[in-house]
């Protein structure tokens, strides 16, 4: 059964890089039609997807985060990862990663989460 | 403020019926597929419906989902106390080329 893990640091300091990774176990990081996300929820709020990567390497980003946001992936170690520059207190969230199942075109749908992992930005 | 809108709140009593809904544009739900997802309290999301009005293994056929032009509606039935949570819709958006998510739905079972 596919599991997804996140890592890093709980704690960011105003205009550092926030870097997470996420670990998947149980399954192949390089299955056609899947591409793995990182999606977050601020403290109270919704959820805000950040981006979306294949295993190629072919990414999706928030246009709102875009400038910001760097996703890879290291199908080797079977595991992706998220760079999030110049982070400010309204990027304390929880970040989650998940499985991005895409059947075809316009058919999206994250089918396995992860626990996620809370990050603050404080000085 | 999210690209799908779905009411902040609804309420029933156990054993009864209630729905939620989802609102967007042509560009998203309009020539999109819908999905939704049950956050329990303290808990990661969890897939609940796809394709407008598929459940994945192991969700009990208490939970429908449908869609009409730009709105999904989502429908639970015999309402349980354990299925208080946060609902969210979620789609992908043609324009921007990105997953959008409503802004979360709060049900209370009475």
């Known amino acids: 059964q596919l599991q997804l893990q996140e890592s890093g640091p709980g704690l960011q300091k105003p205009s550092e890089t926030l870097s997470l990774t996420c670990t998947v176990s149980?399954?192949?990081?390089?299955?056609?039609?899947?591409?793995w996300a990182w999606i977050r929820q601020a403290p109270g709020k919704g959820l805000e997807w950040i981006g979306s990567?294949?295993?190629?390497?072919?990414?999706y980003y928030n246009p709102s985060l875009k400038s910001r946001v760097t996703i890879s992936v290291d199908t080797s170690n079977s595991h992706f990862s998220l760079d999030l520059t110049s982070v400010t207190a309204a990027d304390t969230a929880l970040y989650y990663c998940?499985?991005?199942?895409?059947?075809?075109?316009?058919?999206?749908?994250?089918?396995?989460w992860g626990r996620g992992t809370m990050v603050t930005v404080s000085s | 403020q999210s690209v799908l809108t779905q009411p902040p709140s609804v309420s029933a009593a156990p054993g009864q019926r209630v729905t939620m809904s989802c609102s967007g544009s042509?560009?998203?739900?309009?020539?999109?597929?819908v999905s939704w997802y049950q956050q329990l309290p303290g808990a990661a999301p969890k897939l609940l419906i796809y394709?407008?009005?598929k459940r994945p293994s192991g969700i009990p056929d208490r939970f429908s989902g449908s869609k009409s032009g730009t709105s999904a509606t989502l429908g639970i039935t015999g309402l349980q106390t354990g299925d208080e949570a946060d609902y969210y819709c979620?789609?992908?958006?043609?324009?921007?080329?990105?997953?959008?998510f409503g802004g979360g739905t709060k049900l209370t079972v009475l």
């Open positions: 998940a499985r991005h199942y895409n059947r075809r075109t316009g058919d999206d749908t994250f089918d396995i």
């Open positions: 149980g399954g192949s990081i390089t299955r056609g039609n899947y591409f």
């Open positions: 990567i294949y295993y190629t390497g072919s990414t």
């Open positions: 042509n560009s998203n739900i309009g020539n999109n597929y």
């Open positions: 394709d407008n009005d």
């Open positions: 979620g789609t992908w958006d043609s324009s921007l080329s990105a997953g959008v």
